[in-house]
């Protein structure tokens, strides 16, 4: 399984970006899949996951209501709309999904449970 992030770059403060991730190797549409991001000097955080075809979605508090997760099937990608940017969302962003369906939601915001990873794509705010 691959992962392939992209979209990062350069944005101002309440301004938006768009970040993709390509997967490849596997029945995409049968996953989860989920956003972290690691700023610098932090331990990496949950951002947001999509679940599998029937796409419900799951939110940081520090993202929801800006961040919106989607997901094209067809296409075997997965997408993170960043709206109203803020200077403290600078981080390298990374896409994964996990080897194992979990049995409930809340397993899905630890970077544990995710087995597979993109390379991360940075996006920097600035203000």
Same mark, same amino acid.
């Given at each position: #399984? %691959?992962?392939?992030?992209?979209?990062?770059?350069?944005?101002?403060g309440g301004g938006s970006l768009r970040l &993709?991730?390509?997967?490849?190797?596997?029945?995409? $549409?049968?996953?989860?899949?989920?956003?972290?991001?690691?700023?610098?000097?932090?331990?990496?955080?949950? #951002?947001?996951? +999509?679940?599998?075809?029937?796409?419900?979605?799951?939110?940081?508090?520090?993202?929801?209501? $800006?961040?919106?997760?989607?997901?094209? *099937?067809?296409?075997?990608?997965?997408?993170?709309?960043?709206?109203?940017?803020?200077?403290?969302?600078?981080?390298?962003y990374y896409c994964a999904t996990p080897a %194992? +369906?979990?049995?409930?939601?809340?397993?899905?915001?630890? &970077?544990?449970?995710? *087995?597979?990873?993109? %390379?991360?794509?940075? #996006?920097? #705010?600035?203000?």
């Open positions: #399984v %691959q992962l392939q992030a992209s979209g990062g770059g350069l944005a101002q &993709s991730c390509v997967v490849s190797g596997r029945t995409f $549409r049968a996953w989860p899949m989920a956003w972290f991001r690691q700023a610098p000097g932090k331990e990496r955080e949950f #951002v947001g996951v +999509i679940r599998w075809s029937a796409g419900g979605t799951l939110y940081a508090d520090s993202v929801k209501g $800006r961040f919106a997760i989607s997901r094209d *099937n067809a296409r075997n990608t997965v997408f993170l709309n960043m709206n109203s940017l803020k200077p403290e969302d600078t981080a390298v %194992q +369906i979990p049995s409930t939601w809340d397993v899905l915001a630890s &970077s544990a449970f995710y *087995n597979y990873w993109g %390379q991360g794509t940075l #996006v920097t #705010v600035s203000s």
